[in-house]
């Protein structure tokens, strides 16, 4: 079983930044993909980053050029660097590890999710 431990989320004024980062562990054989998805009072859940083995990032017009998604393979962590952040930021941000234990196929695994608040 893989667990993922997400940590950076708080209260900041609009403008400002976060870093969130997310941390695996467990038997992890392979990771192909991570990410964050966001979820929002009153609002759809919606993908906010991911990350695939090949490097290749992927982000959705609402946070283009604002969100920068990275990742640290030897330490099994990414990480989501935040800047001008806006009010309808504000959500509990979930990160999500896409990969395969010694024993199981492809499998996507979560985070206990964060707190992101953005409020003057």
């Known amino acids: 079983q893989v667990q993922l431990v997400e940590s950076g989320g708080g209260l900041v004024q609009p403008g400002g930044s976060l870093r969130l980062s997310c941390t695996a562990s467990?038997?992890?054989?392979?990771?192909?993909?991570m990410g964050w998805y966001r979820q929002a009072p009153g609002k759809q859940r919606e993908l906010v980053a991911q990350?695939?083995?090949?490097?290749?990032?992927t982000y959705p017009e609402s946070v283009q050029g604002r969100f920068t998604l990275s990742r640290d393979n030897a330490k099994n962590t990414a990480y989501l660097q935040m800047n001008s952040l806006k009010a309808d930021d504000t959500a509990v941000y979930y990160c999500?590890?896409?990969?395969?234990?010694?024993?199981?196929?492809?499998?996507?695994?979560w985070g206990q999710g964060t707190q992101v608040t953005v409020s003057s």
């Open positions: 990350i695939t083995t090949g490097a290749i990032t």
């Open positions: 999500y590890l896409d990969g395969r234990t010694i024993a199981s196929p492809i499998r996507r695994f």
């Open positions: 467990g038997s992890i054989r392979s990771i192909t993909a």
